[in-house]
Nanobody, 116 residues
Framework: QVQLVESGGGLVQPRGSLRLSCAAS????????MSWYRQAPGKQRELVAS???????NYADSMKDRFTIARDNAKNTVYLQMNSLKPEDTAVYYC??????????WGRGTQVTVST
């Protein structure tokens, strides 16, 4: 089993920044990809960014110039730095871990609201 806890969400003004964190625990050694997804009201969940155990990153085209994913292996934590936030970035952001043993695990999400 893998447990994921997201934090760092909140209310931010347009053009502001936030850094989300996802702390992993449990069978850490089985994780090979960590990802951030988001789901806005009335929309499907979409991939934001991912990072492999080797450090290879991947981004959704619409976010790659503003968002950065990084990982701290010593802390078993993945971060999502979000800059130049827009109202359309408002969503619940979820952390996902893909494992070699029991498939994927999800966190409960953290709300990000971009508004004046």
């Amino acid at each position: 089993q893998v447990q994921l806890v997201e934090s760092g969400g909140g209310l931010v003004q347009p053009r502001g920044s936030l850094r989300l964190s996802c702390a992993a625990s449990g069978n850490i050694a089985s994780i090979y990809v960590m990802s951030w997804y988001r789901q806005a009201p009335g929309k499907q969940r979409e991939l934001v960014a991912s990072i492999t155990s080797a450090g290879t990153t991947n981004y959704a085209d619409s976010m790659k110039d503003r968002f950065t994913i990084a990982r701290d292996n010593a802390k078993n934590t993945v971060y999502l730095q979000m800059n130049s936030l827009k109202p359309e970035d408002t969503a619940v952001y979820y952390c996902k871990a893909d494992t070699t043993i029991r498939g994927a695990f999800w966190g409960r999400g953290t709300q990000v609201t971009v508004s004046t």
